[in-house]
């Protein structure tokens, strides 16, 4: 199996992993029903401080994968750059699906999740908000660049290696 593919399953394991658990927490430990807490401006009172810490914890398990792939060589920087934004992009869908399912509630249409107000689609117990479409498409859009760079990276890194050493 070739390294990338290794570091893009690594990858989908943190991101899930950080999504899923990021998601646990904020619909079982956080009352975000009845807690008054202040937002960040300019994020329509959807981002309050506190996402700040647990979206961290998102950065990391989406960036740290592939930070630790060294046989990118010059592809590298891009690889690294599509990959940990799509993990982090996919990341953030899956956290939202995750507080919906734990707390075993349908999205309705006036949900804070469906930004903006009115893009989501009926689909018939829940809806589904028209964020998550366009996240999973841009996700596997940045996934596919990414694929490409790393198989352009990774055979320039075996043909590197295979080349003979001079004795001078």
């Known amino acids: 199996m070739p390294a990338h593919r290794l570091v ?17 927490m904020e619909a079982l430990y956080i009352p975000t029903d009845t807690m008054k807490v202040a937002t960040i401006p300019g994020t329509f009172g959807h981002v309050a401080y506190y996402h700040l810490c647990l979206l961290s914890f998102m950065l990391i ?5 592939t930070a630790t792939a060294e046989w990118q060589g010059g592809h590298r920087k891009k690889y690294l750059a599509l990959m940990s934004v799509a993990g982090f992009f996919l990341s953030l869908m899956i956290e939202d699906i995750t507080w919906f399912v734990t707390r075993w509630q349908p999205i309705h249409s006036t949900e804070w999740t469906i930004i ?27 996934l596919y660049l990414a694929a490409y760079y790393a198989r352009i990276g990774h055979k320039k890194f075996l043909t590197r290696r295979d080349v003979p050493a001079s004795i001078e």
């Open 8 to 24: 893009l399953a690594v990858l989908l394991l943190m991101v899930f992993a950080s999504g899923i658990t990021y998601g646990i």
């Open 61 to 65: 398990a989406s960036f740290g994968a």
């Open 116 to 142: 903006p107000s009115g893009w989501a689609v009926p689909l018939g117990f829940t809806w589904l908000p028209l964020w998550y479409v366009g996240d999973l498409i841009l996700c596997v859009g940045l």
